[in-house]
C-alpha cells in the first residue's frame, strides 16, 4: 500500500473518530451539562454518576479516546514525510488530543469529584460557590469543545487539500 493511501486511510478513520467525539461532546456540554448546571447546587442531582446512571460518560470517552490516538498517530506517522506546509494539518490534531488528554484528568476529574461531594453532601459549600463551580465547569469544557473543533477542521483541512509528493 502506497504511503498515500494509507495516510489518507487513517485521515478518513480519524475524521469520522473525531466528528463522533466532536458530536459526543457537544451533547455532553449542550444537553447533559446544560441539565446538571441549569440551577445548582440542585440541579447537581442531574449529574451523570452513580447508581442512576447506566453509563457513565467516561464509559464512552475514554475508548473512544483510544480509537482516536490510534488514528491520530496512524496519521502522523504515514504523512510524517509530506512537507511540513501539509504535516502540520496532520500534527495539530495530535497537539489537541495531547492538550484535552493532559486536562481531563488534572482539571476536569477534580471538579467531577466536587460537583459529586456537593451534590452527595460529602463537601459542603454555598450556593454562590456551587454556581461559580458549575459555571467554571461550561467555560472550561467549552474551551475543550473549540480545541476539538481545531483538530477535527485540521483534519478537514488535510483531507480537502490534493496529496504532496514526499519530500
Known amino acids: 500500500m502506497s504511503r498515500e493511501k494509507l495516510t489518507r486511510g487513517f485521515l478518513w478513520f480519524s475524521i469520522l473518530g473525531w466528528a463522533v467525539a466532536l458530536g ?31 453509563v457513565d460518560p467516561g464509559d464512552f ?15 502522523v506517522i504515514a504523512g510524517w514525510k509530506t512537507p511540513w506546509n501539509y504535516r502540520v494539518w496532520l500534527v495539530v490534531p495530535l497537539a489537541v488530543f495531547g492538550i484535552a488528554w493532559a486536562v481531563t484528568p488534572t482539571i476536569f476529574w477534580p ?10 453532601g460529602k463537601l459542603v459549600r454555598t450556593d454562590a460557590e456551587a454556581i461559580q463551580l458549575a459555571h467554571r465547569w461550561i ?29
Open 61 to 75: 470517552f475514554q475508548p473512544l479516546s483510544v480509537i482516536m490516538a490510534i488514528g491520530i498517530l496512524g496519521t
Open 111 to 120: 471538579m467531577i469529584g466536587e460537583l459529586w461531594g456537593i451534590h452527595t
Open 139 to 167: 467555560v472550561a469544557d467549552s474551551w475543550r469543545v473549540v480545541l476539538m473543533l481545531a483538530g477535527f477542521l485540521s483534519y478537514i483541512r488535510a483531507i480537502g487539500e490534493p496529496y504532496p509528493r514526499q519530500v
Open 24 to 54: 459526543g461532546k457537544l451533547y455532553d456540554l449542550v444537553v447533559v451539562a446544560g441539565a446538571w448546571s441549569a440551577s445548582p447546587p440542585a440541579s447537581f442531582d442531574l449529574l451523570p454518576y452513580g447508581k442512576r446512571w447506566p
